[in-house]
């Protein structure tokens, strides 16, 4: 995951902890960081894994906007 999205997901989660949510509002938004951050990783794994095949992957990727 890149710098940028961790540092995102970071003031996310200090926001809803310092949040006056109730604790269940608070645990169902871990719930979606965490599927985010789950589906992010993929992602990044995903882009790895087809980067491995080509470097042309990479120029493609950029150019539909995905990096």
Do not use: C
Request: charged share 35%; no cysteine; net charge negative.
């Amino acid at each position: 995951m890149s710098n940028k999205r961790v540092e995102h997901l970071q003031k996310i989660k200090d926001a809803i902890k310092n949040s006056d949510l109730s604790e269940e509002e608070k645990s169902n938004a871990w719930k979606h960081i965490e599927e985010w951050y789950a589906e992010d990783k993929a992602f990044g794994t995903l882009y790895e894994k087809l980067a491995e095949i080509s470097p042309k992957v990479e120029a493609l990727m950029e150019e539909l906007g995905l990096i």
